[in-house]
């Protein structure tokens, strides 16, 4: 996700005063930031290149208790190293061309979709969070002794490496 703040182009940055060329500025204390000579903004670079994605079938009448538990792990998967996660509820899944996600996931009635992924710098990031992620004691307790909101069973899950990100 690119974040950004506004840049006075007054000269108040070292780069600046030393003259070097606004398309070359790289912050030193931070070097995923660069200044963007068109739109005078600082733009946060960050490109995943490997993602984790899920496609799960889900009892609208269960989104409540899916999201308790996803808000749950996406703190820890955060806390292990993750980039980013993001858990999304099916809206406007209606489509005219290609396959429609509710018949992708095989969906029931009264069912939707969520579509997840967790971003991580590499496979080799992904392998080492998600070893400490389940090696959690958290993790165990939210999945231990509660029956879970979706059929796991009927659970897409794949690991993708990144060809285009344009953040």
């Not at 950004?4 to 030193?28: L, N, Q, Y």
């Not at 963007?36 to 290149?49: M, V």
């Not at 996803?70 to 993001?86: D, N, P, S, T």
């Not at 290609?98 to 009264?110: D, I, M, N, R």
Request: proline residues 7%; aromatic residues 10%.
């Amino acid at each position: 996700m690119a974040r950004f703040a506004r840049c006075s182009g007054r000269g108040c940055c070292p780069a600046e005063r030393a003259g070097r060329p606004v398309a070359a500025r790289v912050f030193p204390f931070f070097p995923s930031l660069t200044l963007s000579p068109k739109l005078n903004l600082i733009r946060k670079i960050t490109t995943p290149t490997y993602v984790d994605g899920y496609v799960v079938p889900v009892p609208k009448k269960n989104l409540a208790a899916y999201r308790k538990i996803a808000v749950k792990a996406a703190k820890i998967f955060r806390e292990h190293g993750a980039l980013e996660v993001h858990e999304c509820a099916g809206e406007d899944l209606a489509n005219s061309w290609g396959v429609a996600f509710p018949a992708l996931a095989k969906t029931k009635p009264g069912e939707t979709v969520v579509f997840s992924w967790i971003t991580y710098k590499s496979r080799a990031h992904r392998d080492r969070v998600n070893a400490k992620v389940h090696g959690d004691a958290r993790m165990a307790a939210l999945m231990k002794g509660q029956k879970m909101p979706f059929d796991c069973e009927r659970m897409a899950y794949g690991g993708f490496t990144t060809i285009v990100a344009d953040v």
